[in-house]
């Protein structure tokens, strides 16, 4: 009796053990089967609300757009030549001026005084040379008589000859004196808008002042900076080539606005290794005064125009690990994946080289939630938006809310 109770007891383990082993299996069968069968109902569950666009053809015009600086024609700091007390300001500080303007004075007097010792020397000198003159001419006619002695009329020539340079320093400390007496006078050498002044009136100017008096930036025309990177370089080379002058477009930091059309002026000679980009300069007329020096512009680069393209819009346009793609829908309202080569981007459009055909709908709106061979519902986006807007807007009905409205 002890001996079956005891094969008893070791039995009841492996029992329980199978038990479970089966319990288990079977959980897992079931599991697996509703997984299966939810994918199946995903798969054929509702198709997906697409918006989509037509491919179509179009004479696309070429751009390329970057970030510039705009930077003035020509920046001068305006330092006085000399040293004194200025005295007087002939300009208001932010205001446009001509080349040649006046715009401050300096205390003159000691330079006039000086100006009148040099010519005041110049005269005493030029009375000296003119005696030598008259006196060599004595001589010479002496020395035709045999009256006096060669000598005599070589030593005078020689006095001549040092008055004549004498005269001639004078002249020189004449027009230093004029100069320095001129430069008392500061006038704007191009013509610009003038900063903040750096000097008030009573202080007193040197040459060597950093600062000077003030600065002078040349606004028109005026030039704006961009890079471009080493990739666009050849498009950039091609257009320039065709037509020297390429327009430039400079819009405002938010790309909404334009503030002024311009065009190409040059490229830089080298290209930056560190930044894989090469400066280019535009200039601008700047009329209406939009472009300010140091400002932040959006610059676009017309490079031409190129006919016929097969265009899609860009955001159809998608990247994966083989390259770009699109989504076109066939006609029984499936989508598949189109291998596309792209080309340059003209506005909101992408130029598409190879992969697809005019006429062709591919999809701009929905693409994260599509797979290939999905089954789509093509939307109007426009449509719906603008029906959605009119279903939030109020409801009149003879100049009165509706009842609901009221309540």
Do not use: C
């Not at 080493?230 to 080539?241: F, G, I, M, R, W």
């Not at 311009?262 to 700047?286: H, M, S, V, Y």
Request: proline share 4%.
């Amino acid at each position: 009796m002890s001996t079956a109770a005891s094969a008893s007891s070791k039995r009841l383990p492996l029992i329980l053990v199978l038990i479970a082993a089966l319990g288990g299996g079977w959980w897992w069968h079931q599991h697996s089967q509703n997984a299966k069968e939810a994918a199946a109902r995903n798969k054929g569950g509702a198709p997906a609300a697409v918006g989509v666009a037509e491919v179509r053809t179009m004479d696309a015009p070429l751009q390329l757009g970057a970030l510039g600086t705009v930077a003035s024609t020509y920046t001068v700091t305006v330092r006085s030549r000399v040293d004194g007390q200025l005295e007087k300001i002939h300009f208001q500080e932010g205001q446009l001026v001509k080349q040649g303007q006046l715009l401050a004075e300096l205390d003159a007097r000691a330079y006039q005084a000086t100006l009148t010792q040099a010519e005041g020397q110049l005269l005493r000198d030029q009375a000296l040379l003119e005696n030598a003159r008259l006196d060599l001419a004595r001589y010479q006619q002496l020395a035709s008589q045999n009256s006096i002695s060669k000598q005599q009329v070589d030593t005078q020539k020689a006095l001549v000859k040092q008055y004549e340079g004498t005269v001639k320093v004078d002249q020189g400390a004449v027009a230093a004196a004029k100069v320095n007496v001129d430069y008392t006078r500061i006038t704007a050498p191009v013509a610009g808008r003038v900063g903040l002044r750096q000097v008030d009136p009573g202080n007193i100017v040197r040459s060597s002042d950093a600062n000077g008096v003030v600065t002078i930036t040349q606004t028109q025309p005026i030039n704006v900076v961009f890079a471009v990177p080493e990739t666009s370089l050849t498009s950039v080379l091609q257009a320039a080539a065709a037509d020297k002058s390429l327009r430039v477009e400079a819009w405002d930091r938010d790309n909404r606005g334009k503030l002024a059309d311009g065009a190409l002026l040059a490229l830089d000679n080298q290209l930056n290794t560190g930044t894989g980009t090469i400066n280019i300069k535009a200039r601008f007329a700047n009329a209406k005064q939009q472009l300010f020096p140091n400002q932040f512009v959006n610059v676009k680069l017309q490079l031409g125009v190129r006919k016929d393209a097969v265009v899609v819009p860009t955001e159809a346009v998608q990247l994966g690990k083989t390259g770009s793609y699109v989504y076109t829908v066939g006609a029984d309202s499936t989508v598949s994946i189109a291998p596309i080569k792209p080309g340059p981007v003209s506005g909101h459009h992408t130029i598409v080289e190879d992969g697809l055909k005019p006429g062709q709908r591919v999809v701009v709106d929905g693409v994260d939630k599509l797979r290939n061979g999905a089954q789509v519902k093509v939307i109007d986006r426009a449509a719906q938006a603008k029906t959605l807007g009119a279903d939030k807007g109020p409801r009149k009905r003879d100049g009165k809310p509706s009842a609901s409205q009221a309540g």
